[in-house]
């Protein structure tokens, strides 16, 4: 099995040919064995006869040829010392001129052509320590590189979750920034969502993967199962079980490729797993009070009135649960206006938005709507959470204490209040509305409300504008009273009558009925303001 060049494949460590590329061009290859896209672990200077002991694989072995003075530079000698370099898998044989030799010797040129080891002759001008800092610099700067690919993948990882559709979103990120074929597959067997690698290569039929997802979705702990099959993309078949908290199976993440992974390939895999695994907890065994108290509410909607004792506490316990809080603890009602009216960003939908709500108020119960969002929460929302919202350009509408059983009615009040939001631009607590009409009406809409009904009289002069109104407030305030409304004001009864007729035909109004009479008293509150504006 061949390994792909770093080039092809994604983060990826160090090969020889990278390294090679780095180097001065006094390297003078005598023989090429073919390892250039081999993976480069380290370059290691020795003069050991045997030093295949101390190597790792993929080492780079520089010598000055001590090895090969005297009877150590026989033939059979040569060849014993090369054929445990390959057979250590030593990508390359460094070999250093002076002080020992002023050129390579035959008889080692002989061995590594005979067994396909890369030589080359490095000159003495090229000190082994420049080799061996330069190697360093270069796998310094790799790792660096490495760790950013590496923050950005789970960055898009972290962006799948949270999209429409996050196992199909997942496993597409996964498959693009990983060359493996992946398919995941429920408790009951029967597959959830695949992605196709770059090359096109998809999963092996279903059956075939049979034999292994019966082993994963039926064994118990933390473990992989592999496998193999004659099939493009599919020499290495490996299955990772996705569990619950419980150790419960919740299905299988099952990934093919030809070529075994590098570390940071399998460090995304592992980030892919785990985010899996969260999302089937959620789906499955996570939050369960949620799903369980909306089940109970649309199945038997009558429970919250008249639902017994033991009922009703299982709603609240669930309730409870569902707000981080206790059952006896009160809850608020929370309504958030888009007052910026922005998107969507595009293909994300509003999964992120839900999510911020939820932690941002700290509750399961959110549901996002056409004007915004609506929540029931635990938390009072002080000043510091409001300001953090404004932020982001949302207001809010937030109830006052409530318990269960008021839930319903303290929603309606909280939407009887978003009018005035809306139109003014700042959030609102129901604590701090009088519960009026000109309370839930609102200093805007009073004001255009003032402005529509009493026009004609707030273009006149400010003289005339004043006593006109205060004879209209005053006249109201005694409901129609002339006798009282004239001792109210200062002035003569027939003097009253005069000017709330002269009122009358400025208003173009019926001022006997009740209804006009009602709502200009409404508008009288919000005279002053009408008249600032006015001005």
């Given at each position: 099995m061949t390994t792909a060049p770093a080039e092809a494949g994604r983060l990826s460590f160090v090969t020889l040919q990278q390294f090679l590329n780095q180097l001065p061009p006094l390297l003078r290859m005598l023989h090429d064995g073919g390892s250039g896209g081999r993976l480069l672990r380290w370059v290691e200077p020795s003069e050991l006869e045997d030093p295949t002991p101390y190597l790792p694989e993929g080492e780079f072995l520089l010598t000055a040829g001590l090895p090969f003075l005297g009877d150590g530079g026989t033939p059979a000698r040569v060849d014993a010392y090369v054929r445990r370099l390959v057979a250590a898998k030593v990508a390359a044989l460094g070999f250093g001129i002076r002080p020992y030799f002023d050129a390579v010797p035959d008889v080692v040129v002989d061995a590594c052509r005979q067994h396909n080891l890369t030589l080359f002759e490095v000159p003495e001008s090229l000190p082994f320590a420049a080799i061996g800092l330069e190697f360093s610099q270069l796998l310094e700067t790799d790792n660096a590189r490495v760790f950013r690919q590496l923050a950005e993948t789970n960055r898009q990882l972290m962006r799948a979750v949270l999209s429409p559709r996050p196992e199909h979103e997942l496993l597409a990120a996964l498959v693009q920034r990983v060359p493996v074929w992946a398919v995941l597959v429920g408790a009951d067997g029967r597959i959830r969502a695949r992605g196709t690698n770059a090359g096109g290569r998809t999963a092996v039929d279903l059956?075939?993967?049979?034999?292994?997802?019966?082993?994963?979705?039926?064994?118990?702990?933390?473990?992989?199962?592999?496998?193999?099959?004659?099939?493009?993309?599919?020499?290495?078949?490996?299955g990772h079980p996705l569990r619950s908290t419980k150790d419960a199976n919740l299905g299988a993440l099952v990934l093919g490729s030809d070529v075994p992974l590098t570390p940071a390939q399998n460090n995304v895999v592992q980030s892919a797993v785990g985010l899996l695994e969260l999302l089937v907890r959620q789906r499955t065994s996570g939050s369960l009070a949620p799903s369980q108290l909306a089940t109970a509410v649309l199945l038997h909607p009558e429970s919250l009135t008249t639902g017994g004792t033991r009922q009703v506490n299982g709603l609240k316990d669930l309730l409870a649960q569902s707000l981080s809080s206790t059952r006896s603890a009160p809850m608020r009602v929370v309504q958030g206006i888009n007052v910026e009216a922005r998107d969507w960003p595009a293909g994300d939908g509003p999964v992120r938005e839900l999510l911020q709500w939820r932690r941002m108020l700290d509750t399961k119960l959110v549901e996002i709507t056409d004007y915004g969002f609506a929540a029931v929460t635990r938390l009072k929302v002080d000043d510091a959470l409001l300001a953090d919202v404004e932020k982001l350009g949302w207001r809010l509408v937030v109830g006052e204490p409530t318990e269960l059983a008021?839930?319903?009615?303290?929603?309606?009040?909280?939407?009887?209040?978003?009018?005035?939001?809306?139109?003014?631009?700042?959030?609102?607590?129901?604590?701090?509305?009088?519960w009026?009409?000109?309370?839930?009406?609102?200093?805007?809409?009073?004001?255009?409300?003032?402005?529509?009904?009493?026009?004609?009289?707030?273009?006149?002069e400010a003289d005339r504008r004043h006593q006109l109104l205060e004879v209209l407030r005053g006249w109201l305030g005694e409901n129609g009273s002339w006798d009282a409304s004239a001792k109210l004001l200062g002035l003569h009864r027939n003097s009253v009558r005069r000017q709330v007729g002269v009122l009358g035909d400025l208003l173009q109004l019926d001022l006997n009925q009740a209804q006009v009479r009602a709502e200009l008293w409404i508008a009288l509150q919000y005279a002053d303001g009408a008249a600032a504006q006015a001005d």
């Open positions: 059956p075939l993967l049979a034999p292994m997802l019966e082993r994963l979705l039926s064994g118990r702990g933390p473990r992989v199962e592999t496998d193999s099959f004659d099939l493009p993309g599919s020499a290495l078949v490996v008021g839930l319903s009615a303290a929603y309606q009040r909280a939407t009887s209040l978003r009018s005035q939001v809306q139109r003014s631009g700042r959030s609102i607590r129901a604590d701090d509305v009088p009026s009409v000109t309370g839930l009406l609102g200093r805007e809409a009073g004001i255009l409300l003032a402005e529509r009904l009493l026009q004609p009289v707030l273009a006149l």
